[in-house]
Structure formats: C-alpha cells, structure tokens
C-alpha cells in the first residue's frame, strides 16, 4: 500500500527553525488532514499534532501543524537538543480503506 | 493514567501462528477504535490493522490481509491479533495503539514478534 512521502533527513542549527513536509494525495492528506508523530530512538511513537494543528495537552507549542492541498507540514522553531529523533505523518486514506504512515523524517540538531 | 500494555511476542518458525494481547486501562475502552502498528529493527511504521469500537468493522493492510485477525473484547478491555502464516517479514516491533479524531494518540511499549528459524 502506498504511503506518505517525506524527506528522509532535516538538519538545522539550534535555535534554528525546521520545517518537514509529508505529501499525500486527495483520498489521505488532502481530503483526511493528517497527524504527527515524534519517535525517540528505542521509545514509542509520540502524537505531536492532530486534525492539522490540534496539540495534545503538553505538547510544546514550538510544534505546529498546517496543510495545504495535498501536502502537509510540521515547524518546529527554536530547536532543541531533545527535538532530535524521527517523525512521521499519518492520515487515513479513504481510496485504499487503510492507515498510511510517511517514510519518516530524521530531524538532526547541529 | 490511559495505559496499553502488549504481551505474547516470542520468537517463532516461519509458517507457525502467534497471539498477541494489549491490555487497556484508563480510559472508556469501548469508545475508541483500536490498531495494531508494526515497525521492523531500523524501519519506519507500517500500519497492520484497525477494529472499530463495537467490532462492526475492521480493516487491514495488504500485507497481512488473509493471515492476521484483530479482535476485541470490551468486557476484558483487551485487543488482540492472531497471526497465521507467519513469515520473515513479519517480523517486527508490535504496538497498539487508540486512535482519537483520526490520530493515534496513545501508544504502547511494545512486543517483539521474531519470525525464524
């Protein structure tokens, strides 16, 4: 089944702003929103952002969410050491009646 | 405290069958729809099924369509997977988790599926 395209790698200075992109198509991104997911080495997956720019109670509001057509972003401003791990979006997609995941973006903080 | 916790991971033959289990606990179980998510040694997740709240409906990925079963008992608070068939590729790092407006919100540890011989 195919999934969310993201970029493998961000990498940014501290401090600095990151902005990762998840592209789907009009059945998942574009029609279902999607949600993201921050996942630590060794540590379940983590929900950052849902239905495109709700935070889950706690989350830090240097996260945030936004979509447009078919491509949806997370930005991340005043990066941090412990920003460092992999993300990944998520979206139902009504064409395939499945639950797709992106490929995954490792974020690095210089 | 909203809590999953999986159990029945072990290492199996290729071709054998395996039951895994997810116990919840802090939350009205039977309000939510449920996945079961998978993610290989090194590898990103790969979606395996979803049961709606009262059962009604379930859906699966291509993958293990026709193998895998998920199932729920709302008088337990438990979810489940059985898995049949199993191969290499099936190998993996098993989570539940509850979805809550399309997203997972919560999720488990974790239970280690080894598929070998």
């Known amino acids: 089944q195919a999934g969310l395209t993201q970029p493998p790698s961000v990498s940014k200075d501290l401090r600095q702003t990151a902005t990762l992109t998840c592209t789907g198509n009009s059945n998942n991104v574009g029609n279902q929103g999607a949600a993201w997911l921050q996942q630590h080495q060794g540590h379940p997956p983590k929900l950052l952002s849902y239905s495109n720019n709700n935070r889950p109670s706690g989350i830090s509001e240097r996260f945030s969410a936004s979509r447009s057509g078919d491509t949806a972003s997370l930005t991340i401003t005043g990066l941090q050491p412990e920003d460092e791990a992999d993300y990944y979006c998520?979206?139902?997609?009504?064409?395939?009646?499945?639950?797709?995941f992106g490929t995954g973006t490792k974020v690095t903080v210089l | 405290e909203v809590q999953l916790v999986e159990s029945g991971g072990i290492v199996v033959q290729p071709g054998g069958s395996l039951r895994l289990s997810c116990a919840a606990s802090g939350f009205k179980f039977d309000d939510y729809i449920l996945h079961w998510v998978r993610q290989a040694s090194g590898k990103g997740l790969e979606w395996v099924c979803l049961v709606s709240w009262d059962r009604g409906r379930t859906y699966y990925a291509d993958s293990v369509k026709g193998r895998f079963t998920i199932s729920r008992d709302n008088s337990k608070n438990s979810l489940y997977l059985q898995m049949h068939s199993l191969t290499t590729e099936d190998t993996a790092l098993y989570y539940c988790?509850?979805?809550?407006?399309?997203?997972?919100?919560?999720w488990g540890q974790g239970t280690l599926v080894t598929v070998s011989s």
């Open positions: 998520s979206s139902w997609d009504s064409n395939l009646s499945a639950y797709v």
């Open positions: 988790a509850r979805e809550r407006e399309g997203a997972l919100d919560y």
